[in-house]
């Protein structure tokens, strides 16, 4: 049981370059989450996800899409990178209220 | 919509003094109140929670924490604080029902520091 899990881990990018971030959970949750972590900011909830096949904006989802094609998979999606949004990413999947992350995926964008 | 607010962005203890993080939130329905722990490099782990029982929570490595309703306030405390507590709390508040079932809303963070 891995819970859940991030790939990459670190990842540099140049402005306008395009990437996607995977996030897997292994524990059947309904609810997943991307979150983005600046210092002295929190986690702030970019997108999240009610189910298979369902997505929603969150508090800054300007800059980045999702998609949920399986229940156990939640994509972010940069198309166009700018400095902006050089962050930690975290994935969460919740179960009754109670959310379990990811590691982190550190991205730089220069 | 929910808010919360940490009080202090760093707090400094001795190692074997009392550890009190501050948290207050607002929520125009009960909420649900988390408190969360990130090690450096490393993701949130839930520390507790509170979900409408038990007004005091008792939580992993020794925390506990008080839901007081007239003071809006979920404050995280630990009786004696080891160099190992050393990292980043978070305060989170869910509600739920509706549209935001489930969406956590996040302090701003408290670093806490022990000195030996």
């Known amino acids: 049981n891995a819970g859940v899990t991030q790939t990459p881990k670190f990842r540099v990018l140049k402005t306008g370059q395009s990437m996607t971030l995977l996030c897997a959970q292994d524990?059947?949750?309904?609810?997943m989450y991307w979150y983005r972590q600046d210092p002295g900011m929190g986690l702030r909830l970019i997108h999240y996800?009610?189910?298979?096949?369902?997505?929603a904006k969150g508090e800054v989802p300007d800059g980045y899409n999702v998609s949920r094609l399986k229940k156990q998979n939640f994509l972010l999606g940069l198309e166009s990178a700018a400095p902006s949004q050089t962050s930690v990413y975290f994935c969460?999947?919740?179960?009754?209220?109670?959310?379990?992350f990811g590691p982190g995926t550190r991205l730089t964008v220069t | 919509a929910q808010s919360v607010t940490q009080l202090g962005s760093h707090v400094s203890v001795s190692e074997g003094a009392l550890v009190l993080l501050r948290c207050n939130y607002s929520?125009?329905?009960?909420?649900?109140l988390f408190w969360y722990v990130q090690y450096p490099n490393q993701g949130l782990q839930l520390l507790l929670k509170?979900?409408?029982?038990?007004?005091l929570v008792k939580g992993i490595n020794g925390f506990e924490a008080e839901f007081k309703k007239s003071e809006t306030s979920f404050h995280l405390t630990k009786p004696s604080a080891h160099m190992s507590d050393a990292a980043e709390y978070f305060c989170?508040?869910?509600?739920?029902?509706?549209?935001?079932?489930?969406?956590?809303?996040f302090g701003q963070g408290t670093i806490l520091t022990v000195h030996p």
């Open positions: 509170y979900t409408s029982a038990a007004t």
């Open positions: 996800s009610v189910g298979e096949g369902t997505t």
């Open positions: 969460a999947s919740s179960h009754s209220h109670e959310q379990y």
């Open positions: 989170a508040v869910s509600v739920a029902g509706g549209t935001s079932y489930g969406k956590l809303t």
């Open positions: 929520s125009s329905v009960p909420p649900y």
């Open positions: 524990m059947n949750h309904e609810y």
